[in-house]
């Protein structure tokens, strides 16, 4: 039988490089979730997180779908912020006063899962001075082992890291939270960030001034509270705002970017409040919405202010996305 010619016979080094390419080809095939996508383009081009999105991007756009958390629209607006009149009043809800939102954003529908984190942390998110604020870099310095991820990641203890997905990333500093939202704005080219304490509590009372943000009658069948732990982010829909986000009140308070003044509002910032100064005055952020461990409706009323140093870690407490427009 005459020997049938197939192609040039290959040499050691094209056969090595047939090989490589093949296997490169089958690990591209095998990825569809965003973070393994990411991760496993990174292992064959070698390409930087914002080089490695852009890729993504090009080549198919569902691929990337879970990367940026689920939003909702929030218009623009006026509506009053604060209470003067409660059944714990607290001196720091005041003075009560007619706040301006200026311009429209879009809102986290849930708080940030431990699946949207894993992302961020399997990028070596951590390692990466860049998407950190100088407090925040001073943070990391500090502790006594290297920061790879929340707290409680590894061990899977209150609900987290990646054997929960669906449910709130907890364990997180006001910093990590911070570094997420700048790594998210660079990979996506839109910019993402920790909400004011304003625009959460429009988010959640819109212009009827509602006291919880799904009407004003207090019902706990709508919230995660007195739990021992938190629940998934999907678990109360009927508790969702006027605007569609969810779990404004209850499962896990959250950060929002205002440092926290005692004394209560600033009454000539009624405009896009961004909160005081930082200072020694001013050592504790804002937090939002009561968590999972509350029991009384007071803590989950939409004007409800709390605080937290910026440095704490809790399994109470997450955080949710804004981005603007």
């Given at each position: 039988m005459a020997n049938l010619r197939v192609g040039p016979r290959l040499t050691r080094v094209q056969q090595k490089a047939r090989d490589k390419?093949?296997?490169?080809?089958?690990?591209?095939?095998?990825?569809?979730?965003?973070?393994?996508?990411?991760?496993?383009?990174?292992?064959?081009?070698?390409?930087?997180?914002?080089?490695?999105?852009?890729?993504?991007?090009?080549?198919?756009?569902l691929r990337m779908e879970g990367l940026v958390p689920?939003?909702?629209?929030?218009?623009?607006?006026?509506?009053?912020?604060?209470?003067?009149?409660?059944?714990?009043?607290?001196?720091?809800?005041?003075?009560?006063?007619?706040?301006?939102?200026s311009r429209p954003f879009d809102i986290g529908r849930y708080e940030v899962t431990n699946r949207e984190f894993e992302v961020f942390v399997r990028l070596r998110g951590y390692e990466n001075e860049e998407y950190w604020s100088a407090e925040g870099r001073v943070w990391k310095k500090e502790q006594s082992s290297d920061i790879t991820g929340?707290?409680?990641?590894?061990?899977?203890?209150?609900?987290?890291?990646?054997?929960?997905?669906?449910?709130?990333?907890?364990?997180?500093t006001y910093y990590e939270a911070e570094a997420y939202c700048n790594w998210l704005s660079r990979v996506t080219r839109q910019k993402f960030r920790i909400p004011t304490e304003a625009e959460g509590e429009w988010?959640?009372?819109?212009?009827?001034?509602?006291?919880?943000p799904w009407g004003n009658e207090w019902d706990p069948s709508k919230v995660a509270s007195g739990t021992r732990?938190?629940?998934?982010?999907?678990?109360?829909?009927?508790?969702?705002?006027?605007?569609?986000?969810?779990?404004?009140?209850?499962?896990?308070?959250?950060?929002?970017s205002d440092w926290y003044n005692a004394k209560g509002y600033?009454?000539?910032?009624?405009?896009?409040?961004?909160?005081?100064?930082?200072?020694?005055?001013?050592?504790?952020?804002?937090?939002?919405?009561?968590?999972?461990?509350?029991?009384?409706?007071?803590?989950?009323?939409?004007?409800?202010r709390a605080c937290s140093r910026p440095q704490d870690r809790n399994y109470y407490s997450g955080f949710r996305v804004v981005r603007e427009k």
């Open positions: 390419g093949n296997r490169d080809r089958r690990l591209w095939q095998k990825t569809y979730t965003p973070g393994g996508f990411l991760l496993r383009a990174r292992e064959v081009f070698g390409k930087t997180e914002l080089q490695l999105a852009a890729l993504a991007l090009k080549v198919d756009r689920e939003l909702r629209a929030v218009s623009a607006g006026k509506f009053v912020m604060g209470k003067d009149s409660s059944p714990l009043l607290q001196p720091d809800n005041l003075p009560v006063g007619e706040i301006t939102i929340p707290k409680w990641w590894e061990t899977g203890e209150h609900n987290s890291g990646p054997n929960s997905p669906h449910y709130p990333v907890v364990g997180v988010a959640a009372r819109e212009i009827d001034g509602r006291e919880f732990g938190s629940q998934p982010v999907s678990f109360h829909p009927e508790g969702g705002s006027h605007f569609g986000a969810e779990d404004l009140s209850g499962n896990v308070r959250e950060w929002r600033d009454p000539k910032a009624l405009v896009d409040p961004q909160g005081p100064p930082a200072g020694m005055a001013n050592l504790y952020k804002v937090v939002r919405g009561g968590s999972m461990l509350n029991t009384d409706r007071d803590s989950f009323t939409t004007y409800r």
